[in-house]
């Protein structure tokens, strides 16, 4: 079983910035890849951003060069940084393992509000 723990999320101006953090309770150097997601209220989750174990990041497009998706496998953690945020990137935003084998394992999510 993979525990995720995010944290970072909070209220920021539009153009503001924020970085969120995925603690696994695992080693993730071992797992396929890692991603965030995001949903608004109301609509069904979204996909934002993956790292692979070989460290290959994918985004979006509606983030590309706005957001980077970085790992820390001495802390078994997962970054977010966003830049240039806007409201439409208000949402919850959660965290996914995907380990061998094809499982999926997600975090409780942290809300990010983008407001002035």
């Known amino acids: 079983q993979v525990q995720l723990v995010e944290s970072g999320g909070g209220l920021v101006q539009p153009g503001g910035s924020l970085r969120l953090s995925c603690a696994a309770s695992g080693s993730i150097s071992s797992y396929y890849a890692m991603g965030w997601y995001r949903q608004i209220s109301g609509k069904q989750r979204e996909y934002v951003a993956t790292?692979?174990?070989?460290?290959?990041?994918t985004y979006v497009d509606s983030v590309w060069g706005r957001f980077t998706i970085s790992r820390d496998n001495a802390k078994n953690t997962v970054y977010l940084q966003m830049n240039s945020l806007k409201p439409q990137d208000t949402a919850v935003y959660y965290c996914?393992?995907?380990?061998?084998?094809?499982?999926?394992?997600w975090g409780q999510g942290t809300q990010v509000t983008v407001s002035s």
């Open positions: 996914k393992a995907v380990v061998r084998g094809g499982r999926e394992f």
């Open positions: 790292i692979t174990s070989g460290g290959t990041p």
